[in-house]
């Protein structure tokens, strides 16, 4: 009940279409079911008169039906064009929905979620919401309707024909609620198989120069077949039972007009009922199967579409780990002094990552943090935006918690440099100002500068407005890491975090890029997470972390003079060298 009531909420912004579409329907209704009493009315009355009166009637007649299929043809038009557009609308309702609340999930969602079986519920489990939404009110009413109007209908002309097709129709609808109930059950397995599918399209497309480098395509094709076999399996026993269940329901139908037949004869000789009037039953009996026809279809519809929409639901109702407190602040003009106070954190309450770590970083410093994989070093400065929540502990912005500030004032005083840049289907203008949405081209230009990126992007054909490609596919790796750069210079946060920035570069790309990095950290809190240690040197403090937690800390000569850990991996890099 609780997921029809929720889908039902997406009809309220178009009650007005609705409810005409809903009177449309009844109108139909009404017309279909005034065509056999208009016949019988011939057939036991008029025929009966002399030439003029049938000519009289007759004509008066004619003019009474041209006008109720004039009204026919608006209603039709209006429940097949205005119907269908509320449907798609509700469908597009529901697909902003479902994107916005995936903007708002945090990162441990998407840590355990496949992207391409998001695509699945954001396209593919909405396809069918659509027809559902105009169909299914509007079939259920029409029908509801025929039949209740119908079935009285045949009540008056024949009471014992009446019973004997009440008791066919009452197994029709034994049959059919538990046929239901197996192919929901398909249905839903098939979304889950073709969410595989599209997993495994993306994951295989995503990675295909991958595929191609190791000569992989034979395996990508197993992996597929697999999938898509599945996917067929689940189709096929769906059609199966569909198969089934439709025939059944003809032969129920045969079954209803063989009894009328049968028992009009037999009622016919008994003087029971008169030829015209079985006539006229025998066009009320299609009136009366036609909603259960639409009926039968419908079930088949809200499957699909329920089964969509439950999937849709359960991405809705996944709740964001992380919102803002009822109390949070913006975070006006930050100084930018960052406090960790014992915190703690682990993926998945799991292995613990950062342990009881206590920093203090000043503002406007370069903080600078080294040590092996798997110490948490990119997990320390994930916790500083925010984007994952602290087990223990307190992570501070000048004395604030950012658990007290609001997470987009808290996001928007920071800036991200990552080792793998992501570069967004579109051109370089674009790709910069995403830094700050409505920015000039004289700021763009500034910020591309800024970064040393201006020069050789006015080598390109088309200058700014050069396509990137998907991923940005089309320019190296130093070039994309220099419009990562411009982005932040166009942001222009006082916090400032660079996660391996120039680690995949080679030498050259990485001294434009330092000279871009160490422009870009002025007078900003600066937080290094660097593998080069020659690229942090001048940093005002150090950190080693390992997975032990925090191992050392000082400036680069301090914590040489140790000859601890950070002086080890300093000196193979420098033998290396």
């Known amino acids: 009940m609780n997921t029809i009531k929720k889908f039902i909420s997406y009809y309220k912004p178009y009650k007005g279409m609705f409810f005409m579409d809903m009177f449309c329907a009844l109108t139909l209704s009404a017309i279909d079911l005034v065509f056999p009493i208009i016949v019988r009315y011939l057939l036991n009355d008029v025929y009966l008169k002399d030439k003029s009166t049938i000519i009289k009637y007759v004509a008066l007649i004619g003019v009474a039906l041209l006008l109720m299929y004039v ?16 449907g798609a609308r509700m469908e597009a309702d529901m697909r902003n929905d479902i994107f916005s609340h995936l903007q ?12 391409g079986k998001l695509m699945s519920r ?7 919401i659509s027809e559902l939404a105009h169909h299914g009110p509007e079939d259920v009413f029409i029908s509801i309707l025929k039949i209740a109007g119908s079935f009285l209908i045949l009540l008056s002309i024949n009471i014992n024909i009446t019973l004997i097709l009440i008791f066919i129709t009452l197994f029709m609808l034994y049959f059919s609620v538990n046929y ?9 397995e098939n979304r889950e198989k ?46 199966n039972l569909m198969g089934r269940f439709f025939s059944m329901n003809g032969f129920f139908q045969g079954i209803l007009y063989l009894s009328v037949v049968l028992f009009g004869g037999l009622f016919i000789s008994m003087g029971k009922i008169s030829t015209s009037d079985l006539v006229v039953y025998i066009l009320y009996i299609n009136i009366f199967l036609n909603p259960i026809d639409k009926l039968v279809n419908f079930t088949e519809q809200y499957q699909r579409g329920i089964t969509g929409f439950e999937r849709f ?16 602040v913006e975070l006006n003009k930050p100084k930018g002094q960052i406090t960790f106070q014992n915190v703690s954190f682990s993926y998945d309450n799991r292995n613990t ?29 994930s916790i500083v935006p925010r984007f994952y929540e602290v087990d223990k502990g307190s992570v501070k912005i000048d004395g604030i918690d950012i658990r007290d500030i609001k997470l987009k004032s808290l996001r928007n005083n920071i800036g991200i440099v990552q080792q793998d840049v992501y570069m967004f289907a579109g051109t370089i203008k674009e790709n910069i100002a995403y830094g700050k949405p409505g920015a000039t081209d004289k700021e763009i230009i500034e910020a591309a500068q800024r970064a040393n990126a201006h020069e050789f992007i006015m080598g390109l054909e088309n200058g700014y407005d050069t396509y990137v490609g998907e991923r940005g596919v089309k320019l190296s790796g130093g070039q994309k890491q220099r419009i990562s750069i411009a982005r932040v210079f166009l942001k222009n946060p006082p916090i400032l975090i660079l996660d391996e920035a120039t680690s995949a570069l080679d030498n050259e790309s990485e ?29 005002d403090n150090i950190l080693v972390l390992t997975e032990e937690g925090i191992q050392e800390s000082g400036t680069h000569e301090e914590l040489l003079d140790k000859n601890g850990i950070y002086a080890g991996l300093y000196n193979m890099q420098f033998d290396i060298a």
């Open 194 to 239: 073709i969410a595989v599918v599209n997993a495994q399209v993306q994951d295989s497309l995503s990675g295909i120069r991958v595929v191609k480098s190791f000569s992989n395509e034979h395996i990508e094709n197993k992996k597929f077949q697999k999938g898509n076999n599945d996917f067929l399996r689940t189709k096929e026993d769906n059609y």
């Open 122 to 128: 954001i396209v593919t489990d909405l396809f069918d």
């Open 511 to 539: 001294k434009y890029i330092q000279q871009s990095l160490e422009e870009l950290a002025k007078n900003r809190t600066t937080i290094v997470i660097a593998h080069r240690l020659s690229t942090i040197r001048n940093a």
């Open 353 to 381: 990552v950062l342990n009881n770590i206590n920093v203090d970083i000043e503002a406007g410093k370069t903080f600078a943090i080294v040590g092996p994989s798997g110490g948490g070093k990119t997990t320390f400065c």
């Open 71 to 86: 009204v026919k043809y608006f209603c039709q038009f209006y429940i097949t064009s205005y119907g269908h557009i509320m």
């Open 313 to 328: 639901l359960e991405v809705i109702n996944t709740h964001p780990d992380i919102v803002d407190n009822k109390d949070a």
């Open 180 to 188: 239901n109930k197996k192919m929901k059950a398909t249905f839903k």
């Open 104 to 115: 708002r999930l945090s990162f441990s969602y998407y840590d355990n979620t496949n992207t």
